[in-house]
């Protein structure tokens, strides 16, 4: 059974930092892209960033480039998620993907509240 389980979410003041994880279960973990997408009350879901299954060429919205570092541990079945320079416009739930569609598995989300 597929399983993504995101954790290192919180409430954190602007200018803070938080790293997220995503725990990977029933599948080959190694082989599959692996991404992180948030949702803020009332829009839509959006790719946040995106890796390869060698962790090579990381992909990112502009919105994070600079701030948000993707990471992936093939050995411990995780991807990882690093939010630095935190904004209140980073406020959203987080997900964590695997594959592309129609494969793809999502995880159930975490939140991260950014507010002073």
């Known amino acids: 059974q597929v399983q993504l389980v995101e954790s290192g979410g919180g409430l954190v003041q602007p200018g803070g930092s938080l790293r997220l994880s995503c725990a990977a279960s029933?599948?080959?973990?190694?082989?599959?892209?692996m991404s992180w997408y948030r949702q803020a009350p009332g829009k839509e879901r959006e790719l946040v960033a995106a890796?390869?299954?060698?962790?090579?060429?990381?992909n990112y919205a502009e919105s994070v480039k600079g701030r948000f570092t993707i990471s992936r541990d093939n050995a411990k079945n995780t991807v990882y998620l690093q939010m630095n320079s935190l904004k209140p416009e980073d406020t959203a739930v987080y997900y964590c993907k695997a594959g592309r569609p129609p494969y793809d598995r999502w995880g159930q989300g975490t939140q991260v509240t950014v507010s002073s």
């Open positions: 890796l390869s299954s060698t962790g090579g060429l990381p």
């Open positions: 029933g599948f080959t973990f190694s082989i599959y892209e």
